[in-house]
């Protein structure tokens, strides 16, 4: 995988996002309706495709950490660029969202407000999308000891809590009257089979690339369609047991993560499509280097709009275009120097350069 490839993974998992939070609401009206004639049904048909994203954002820093720390390793760097790109954007964030959400009170003593801070670095997020800088931190712990081992056994282990704990699998537990840990979402056993796979395939590119080739494209093209048909079945049938998607509508379940499986493979059946130059292409390869800026702030583009009461087919353009130009405003408005503000924010530190177009040098 190309590092062009790889950021056009990143725009798609990035629009993914994007997709889920602004069609939430929707997903509230066909819970209480089950219209299956009706927008908010194509808007959970949507997002229930975008499900690839927070595994494939998971998968894909493992494997760019892989193949950044390939030849050399020092933990005091590693630590040092994590904090600075990972953990110091955490921070800021989280303050800035106990502040705009009034988490945060002159009431309250200093104690109290610490306590809500720290509760927002771990267990209980200051916005409903931090809880992947969690994710990602508790895989960070990982990565020295994982970076050494290229085994399909590992591989296998890191997959078990995910095939145990969720449908199917629970069934077997319920069985056996053994009852599942009640652990958080963001908890590190769910997403280190992510975050190793995208380790383990930088380590094995050639030889998976190879095994890839041998599929035929209709085989893996059909076998996707069967596992997104799964899925989304499986989520209409949930809908009906319980009163707030939140509780059926998560990434841990096995269809989820056979689906993300099938998307990745398939996107890498057509090499030509995503690194022919193109006016397309090189769109989504600069946008993806705004990607952790739109992640961070799209949620407060959402709450901007909402007013509108636009549906969910309409808000995913509206908040992705307003993002997308708040980013580009931002990047071309700051310094480079000093960076922290723009690591901050999570903007690159180099700013962007508008491409040619096509025929133009």
């Known amino acids: 995988m190309t590092l062009r490839q790889s950021q056009i993974l990143r725009f798609w998992s990035?629009?993914?996002v994007i997709v889920i939070h602004a069609t939430g609401h929707d997903e509230i009206v066909f819970q209480k309706t089950h219209n299956y004639f009706s927008l908010e049904f194509l808007s959970v048909i949507l997002n229930q495709l975008s499900r690839f994203c927070v595994p494939l954002f998971v998968f894909l820093s493992g494997y760019a950490l892989s193949e950044k720390y390939q030849?050399?390793?020092?933990?005091?760097d590693f630590i040092k660029d994590r904090f600075m790109k990972i953990v110091l954007p955490f921070i800021f964030i989280t303050i800035l969202s106990l502040i705009m959400h009034k988490k945060w009170s002159l009431a309250q003593s200093i104690k109290e407000n610490l306590s809500i801070f720290l509760r927002a670095l771990t267990i209980e997020q200051a916005d409903y999308h931090l809880y992947f800088f969690v994710i990602i931190i508790q895989c960070y712990f990982f990565f020295p000891l994982l970076r050494k081992v290229n085994s399909y056994f590992l591989l296998g282990i890191l997959l078990m809590p995910n095939l145990l704990l969720y449908f199917p699998g629970y069934l077997l537990l319920q069985s056996l009257n053994a009852l599942p840990p009640n652990w958080p979402s963001a908890f590190f056993p769910y997403w280190l089979f992510y975050f190793y796979g995208g380790i383990f395939y930088s380590s094995r590119k050639?030889?998976?690339e190879l095994w890839l080739k041998k599929i035929p494209t209709v085989t893996l093209l059909l076998l996707t369609l069967i596992v997104f048909s799964l899925l989304l079945v499986e989520y209409c049938y949930r809908s009906y047991e319980n009163s707030e998607p939140g509780y059926y509508n998560h990434f841990h379940r096995l269809s989820v993560l056979s689906y993300c499986v099938l998307f990745l493979a398939l996107f890498r059946q057509f090499p030509k499509s995503?690194?022919?130059e193109s006016r397309y292409s090189d769109f989504m390869e600069k946008t993806a280097n705004l990607s952790?800026?739109?992640?961070?702030?799209h949620p407060s583009v959402l709450r901007l709009v909402e007013f509108l009461s636009l549906p969910g087919l309409i808000l995913i353009p509206v908040v992705f275009m307003l993002t997308y130009l708040w980013a580009r405003l931002t990047d071309f408005l700051l310094p480079?120097?000093?960076q922290l503000l723009r690591l901050c924010l999570g903007l690159p530190v180099k700013k962007l350069q508008a491409n040619p177009l096509p025929g133009k040098s």
């Open 336 to 338: 480079t120097k000093p």
């Open 206 to 208: 050639n030889e998976i």
């Open 274 to 276: 995503h690194t022919n």
């Open 71 to 76: 030849k050399t390793f020092s933990l005091a």
């Open 14 to 16: 990035m629009l993914a």
């Open 292 to 297: 952790f800026f739109i992640y961070l702030f």
